[in-house]
């Protein structure tokens, strides 16, 4: 009896092993669920550059721009516009990262950077927009906050396109049923060697120049890419004072130039010609300012639009 006993206790032992075994076996398996949920990449919508437009009267003409580096007055949307469809066939989501722009392909990445506190963050462009008074980009509420504008509703900021990281992400997307072709251009062979050279030892005479970082945007694995997305984080760069102008034309002759100068005086502003080159050719441009806000800007921008000058913009610089 006494054995029988003893025996009986070890299969009770090796019953309770077993059911300890099992349960840490289920929360393995919950936790690496998590884990898969967790690192899934995002849905994104086919690759979209899409043909002109009109919007209340204004043309708009998307086309790739991988050099995009532009300057100009930020909005955001969110109640609105969430959970409706991009223009890319995307579900919006005023909590992502992402933002319309007006010719931009769909999807591309770009760095924004708001050029009054120096906070800057990746976004993905998924939708067209904005349409109202000459904004150059249309953050989601998400991405507002972060650069710190939500409660003013706008910002001056830099736009510019992440070259690479936007390529690779429109040659996924282009992969899905519905979308636009994309041929990226063909990249040159790298020439030449590349050596590693150590830092000199503590004390030593040179001094190597101080390199600023940049977070790249976090890469989800899908298929055989590597997709890039946004990671939310935010960095701080050094900025300059800018100003905000109503440009209200632009010229190669420099004599008409002064002849709108001359006519703008009347609207009680300081005006200023300007020159700069595009495509090797100079051009003089008219504009308006230094403006103190943005309010006052629309205002300004309406008139010169009303009284004859429809391809008035608003530039910051």
């Excluded at 398996?29 to 204004?58: D, F, H, M, S």
């Excluded at 040159?188 to 005479?205: E, F, K, M, R, Y």
Aim: charged share 15%.
């Amino acid at each position: 009896m006494r054995g029988l006993r003893g025996f009986h206790r070890v299969l009770a032992a090796m019953a309770l092993l077993g059911l300890v075994a099992a349960c840490a076996e289920t929360n393995l398996a919950v936790e690496t669920t998590k884990v898969v949920t967790r690192q899934a990449p995002e849905v994104t919508g086919p690759y979209k550059v899409g043909k002109p437009y009109q919007v209340g009267g204004v043309w708009y003409y998307p086309q790739p721009d991988y050099n995009y580096d532009e300057t100009g007055i930020a909005s955001w949307y969110g109640p609105g516009f969430h959970s409706k469809a991009t223009a890319n066939g995307e579900t919006y989501d005023e909590n992502d990262l992402t933002a319309a722009h007006k010719t931009l392909p769909m999807p591309s990445l770009v760095r924004v950077t708001n050029l009054e506190n120096g906070r800057s963050i990746v976004v993905r462009v998924n939708d067209r927009g904005p349409f109202v008074n000459n904004r150059i980009i249309d953050m989601s509420r998400r991405g507002a906050q972060l650069l710190g504008f939500e409660q003013n509703g706008t910002a001056k900021v830099r736009v510019q396109v992440m070259k690479d990281e936007s390529m690779m992400l429109a040659a996924k997307a282009s992969s899905q049923a519905g979308g636009d072709s994309f041929s990226p251009a063909p990249q040159a062979a790298p020439a030449g060697t590349v050596t590693a050279q150590a830092l000199p030892p503590a004390g030593g005479s040179a001094t190597p120049a101080p390199v600023q970082a940049t977070q790249a945007p976090k890469a989800s694995a899908i298929g055989n890419v590597q997709v890039p997305k946004p990671t939310g984080q935010v960095s701080v760069v050094p900025v300059k004072p800018s100003n905000i102008f109503i440009q209200a034309g632009a010229f190669l002759r420099q004599q008409n130039a002064q002849q709108l100068q001359m006519k703008l005086t009347s609207l009680g502003h300081q005006t200023r010609i300007t020159q700069f080159l595009l495509n090797q050719q100079r051009f003089y441009r008219v504009q308006l300012g230094p403006i103190g806000s943005v309010e006052e800007a629309d205002a300004l921008l309406q008139k010169l639009i009303d009284t004859g000058h429809p391809d008035a913009r608003i530039a910051v610089n």
